[in-house]
């Protein structure tokens, strides 16, 4: 197979005489987190230059500029190729004297107007709804669709055209993902994301309503156990006695997505069954809070949730500050003694 800078070598000489280009490009203008850049396909045309998302991302030290493509990630070279491939298509086939009159932003409108909804793939367009998560802020979700792709794309193909992924295709995936032991929970998430992106396809007009594969299928739902810390286990972690070398536990535990690792090492050094979490902190909060024989209504207005009746949306009036210190204080007066 070719990788990416075989191609656009290629191509580079039909593209010239059409006084565009197309290149794979990482734009470093923003930053995620954790420090990766977006890749683009860039369109130059008349010295100006547009950026179309790939949906794929990348730190500067994974990714070759010269070469426009991964240095180490076969795969994501695969899937560039597979894009840049199809918009060097659709510019061949716009015609010399329209081109020469489209401004930069014109070419690339015209070039995503050109696609079809056959060329649009599963696998592209998903890349393409990750990064537009991410340029939105939303990288919960972000995150959650990206981790859900790489998972179902090594069990199935989704480089196919949405009109050809149909209600077989769903029962494969779940078998498949039911064979690598997963939990029905688990299984959830990644049929949630494939039936949400599915949706989405259906509201762009990618495809037709009446081709949705999800009719029939049944996203299931595993019971949760909650996790809880005994009395004994809470008590042991409050009157932990942590040295000088760790104290930085304490100091530092509550900076971020630092919080549960540090908890979990004060859960080892306090010898509990369950690692703790802010997760289990809350449920253990509750179950001693219903201990002591507070109702749910009280433990759901303090642990900030809503409450009542879900379907109309009626609640109940918040209960007054006094009534929440007094249960905030016996919860407390039973964990340390």
Known sequence: MQNACTFFSTEKAINTTLMATIKIHLDTRKTAKNGAYSIVLRVSHNREHRNIPTGLRAKKSEFSEKGGQYRNNPEGNAKLLEQLQLYNQRLQEIPVQKLKQLTAQQLKLTLLQSESNHEVTMHIFWQREIEHLYQTGRTGNATVYKNSLSVLEKIHNLHKPFSEFVFKDILDIERRLYERK????????????????????????????????????????????????????????????????????????????????????????????????????????????????????????????????????????????????????????????
């Open 182 to 337: 997963l939990t029905v929970n688990t299984v959830g998430v990644y049929m949630r994301a494939l039936k949400a992106i599915c949706n989405k396809a259906i509201k762009q007009e990618l495809v037709d309503q009446a081709w949705y594969p999800f009719y029939k299928y049944t996203i299931k739902r595993g019971k949760t156990t909650p996790r809880v810390l005994s009395l004994e286990e809470m008590k042991r972690f409050v009157k932990l006695e942590v040295s000088s070398e760790n104290k930085f536990l304490y100091s530092s535990w509550c900076i971020g997505k630092l919080i549960n690792k540090y908890l979990k090492q004060l859960g080892e050094m306090a010898n509990t069954q369950e690692p703790i979490t802010t997760y289990v902190f809350r449920y253990t909060y509750s179950n001693i809070a219903k201990q002591l024989g507070f109702s749910k209504d009280i433990i759901a207005e303090a642990l900030g949730h809503e409450y009542g009746n879900a379907a109309t949306g009626i609640y109940l009036e918040l209960f007054d500050n006094e009534v929440l210190d007094n249960m905030h204080e016996q919860v407390c007066r039973k964990v340390f003694g």
